[in-house]
């Protein structure tokens, strides 16, 4: 039994309106509503034990230190890795930033290779790019299918000796499909290449076990699974951190410097989290991991796919829609809509929808290398959470019925 | 003119014309032009922009882009009215649009058809879509005055 109503009472901003509107949030792959339980560990934070950590002279340092390590257990205990393995980042950008600089800088030599695929967001191209410059290393692209996914197959066929690194999302967040990593780590690995996996999409909806995956890194958005934003993790297999560069120097990740230009650096995961954390951020992710795991990741992936497909089915009736994806394998919906057979432009689309109170996102979704594969510049992208109703899609159905050139021009007057 | 300004249908009309028929359509590979390439930050909008300025005088004006509805009507109409304009006139005509935008006093006569875009201000998210290509044409101008 999935308590919808009691969890949707979790969240206060589901009683916000939008241009006047209810509120009805469909931009979940952007980032997500946080539940009343998050916002008070954030406010914990500072009304309680404000304090920097690490240096625990005093007692309320004592306790922000211990609130802090906690966190670190519980997204271990989330990912199922041990807590030296978890690092707390600014994000999925950061944690990808990070491994392309520190790890690829320290293993990688002119041409050698990287692989990627168009599917990427952009964070899971451009530090690869930056890498192939600075080491003279070529980034390639593993083709995706007739459908857009990422296959065993197509990877393999495109491995071979010169390959160091392969980068690849486990959630699609134009397309919604879920990657099979367990086989592509399988067949990365036997090439002798580490496998770095960008869980931003797949994380806050599945369950994610970094040792069944035996994927080398994994990162992820505390924003995108109702934690906080600017907070993420990186987590790496603790050999692999032991090889990596920090890519941030300074307090908190040294044991000692001179004056002669000597550094020692403290081992991971203290090593690449230098400066002051978002403290209140990685406490509310440490609320939000919480609370996924007391509804249950199985029960909110079920939830979560029984909503998709009724979405999908609904869509599918309507005459003047395309649907870019239409067997998604999580709740990320990309398409766009028709007036008289001519496609509307994304935005004017969204426009629309917000005076409506819905929220959608329109463009191309940070993975500008993607639309060549489906034949548009961008689209409008519907992504669900668990938060979200049947009631909710009927809306956004009924509205996109009556969404026209004309309609969609109305809305500026 | 006076009526366009309460009249939503003739103003629906007039953009979606623009949009769907937009005018000076088309870039020329012209060395005599000043040329600017307009992304906006928050959208797909992408625009570039060409004018011909010869002796004071803004003999042409093409743009060609990827944009919404909004913004192409916007550089639509902006190419119409300020084609054939001197720089001063045009200048005059780029503020009185902007105050427009701002909720200000403007001139309507001036703008024309542009008054299309009157009530824009009030849908801050789509501000950026009717101003692109404008705040293009200002910064060729000042450019141009630069030189």
Same mark, same amino acid.
């Given at each position: 039994m999935f308590e919808i109503d009691k969890i949707r009472r979790d969240f206060p901003m589901l009683e916000r309106t939008n241009e006047g509107k209810p509120l009805i949030y469909l931009d979940n792959g952007a980032t997500t509503l946080k539940p009343d339980c998050v916002i008070a560990a954030v406010n914990n934070y500072y009304q309680n034990i404000t304090s920097n950590i690490h240096r625990g002279d005093y007692h309320l340092a004592y306790l922000a230190d211990? #609130?802090?390590q906690q966190a670190r257990e519980v997204v271990a205990d989330f990912i199922n890795c041990q807590s030296k393995e978890v690092v707390f980042t600014y994000g999925t950008t950061h944690g990808l930033n990070q491994i392309a600089y520190g790890y690829g800088i320290k293993n990688?030599?002119?041409?050698d290779e990287i692989l990627i695929t168009v599917a990427e967001h952009a964070s899971n191209i451009l530090p690869w790019y930056r890498l192939a410059q600075l080491t003279g290393a070529k980034v390639r692209f593993i083709p995706l299918d007739e459908k857009g996914k990422i296959t065993v197959e197509n990877v393999k066929l495109a491995?071979?000796?010169r390959v160091k +690194?392969?980068?690849?999302?486990h959630g699609s967040n134009v397309l919604g499909y879920i990657s099979d990593i367990k086989a592509i780590a399988a067949a990365v690995h036997e090439a002798g290449a580490i496998l770095v996996v960008d869980g931003a999409q797949s994380v806050p909806h599945i369950k994610t076990d970094v040792k069944e995956l035996d994927c080398d890194f994994l990162v992820f958005s505390g924003h995108k699974m109702g934690g906080p934003t600017a907070v993420g993790v990186m987590y790496g297999k603790y050999q692999l951190l032991e090889k990596m560069e920090p890519l941030l120097l300074g307090g908190g990740m040294n044991y000692r410097f001179d004056i002669a230009g000597q550094m020692l650096f403290k081992d #991971? *995961?203290?090593?690449?989290? #230098?400066?002051? *954390?978002? +403290?209140e951020a990685v406490l509310g992710l440490k609320a939000a991991i919480q609370y996924l795991q007391n509804i249950g990741m199985d029960k909110i992936a079920l939830y979560e796919k029984q909503l998709k497909d009724y979405a999908v089915s609904e869509m599918k009736k309507l005459d003047n829609i +395309? +649907?870019?994806n239409p067997e998604p394998d999580i709740g990320i919906i990309s398409f766009n809509i028709t007036d008289q057979g001519r496609v509307l432009f994304g935005q004017d689309v969204a #426009?629309?929808?917000?005076?409506?109170g819905l929220c959608l996102r329109s463009g191309n979704h940070c993975a500008k290398n993607l639309w060549h594969h489906l034949g548009t510049d961008s689209t409008i992208r519907c992504s669900l959470y668990f938060y979200n109703t049947k009631k909710e899609i009927d809306k956004l159905i009924e509205v996109l019925k009556t969404a026209t050139l004309e309609s969609c021009i109305d809305v500026i007057f | 003119m006076n009526s366009l300004k309460d009249n939503p249908i003739l103003k629906r009309e007039i953009i979606m014309d623009h949009y769907e028929n937009p005018r000076n359509n088309q870039l020329i590979d012209d060395e005599n032009y000043r040329k600017?390439?307009?992304y906006s930050s928050s959208c797909l909008d992408d625009i570039q922009l060409q004018v011909l300025i010869s002796q004071g005088v803004i003999a042409d004006v093409r743009f060609e882009g990827i944009a919404c509805a909004v913004a192409t009507a916007a550089a639509s109409i902006m190419s119409e009215l300020i084609k054939g304009r001197s720089i001063s006139q045009a200048e005059e005509i780029i503020e009185n649009y902007f105050s427009m935008i701002a909720q200000k006093d403007y001139d309507e006569q001036l703008l024309k058809e542009a008054v299309v875009f009157e009530g824009i201000g009030r849908q801050v998210n789509r501000v950026n879509c009717a101003t692109l290509s404008w705040k293009g044409l200002k910064q060729l101008l000042d450019e141009d005055e630069k030189r």
């Open positions: 211990q #609130a802090y990688l030599k002119k041409d491995l071979n000796e +690194i392969v980068s690849l999302t #991971a *995961p203290d090593r690449f989290e #230098a400066g002051t *954390p978002g +403290i +395309i +649907i870019y #426009a629309y929808l917000s005076k409506h | 600017i390439h307009l």
